[in-house]
């Protein structure tokens, strides 16, 4: 499978999980919205890190 991510783009990711994750518990985005934009932070992140740990485990062998 090709890696389709820069690096700047996986940052990019993980910052703005971030964001949202501070932002849904410090009550600035609640209820509906909030939960939404968890999901889409949560699968931000995980794609990021899946990208990571296969460019990793690629340049291993």
């Given at each position: ?11 990019g990711?993980?910052?703005?999980s ?6 849904y ?5 609640t209820g509906a919205?909030?939960?939404a ?7 931000a ?12 485990k690629s340049?291993e062998?």
């Amino acid at each position: 499978m090709k890696i389709k991510l820069s690096a700047s783009h996986r940052i990019g990711h993980l910052i703005f999980s971030a964001v949202i994750v501070v932002l849904y518990f410090t009550n600035v985005i609640t209820g509906a919205w909030g939960i939404a934009l968890l999901i889409l932070a949560g699968i931000a992140s995980l794609t990021s890190f899946i990208s990571f740990y296969q460019n990793r485990k690629s340049k291993e062998k």
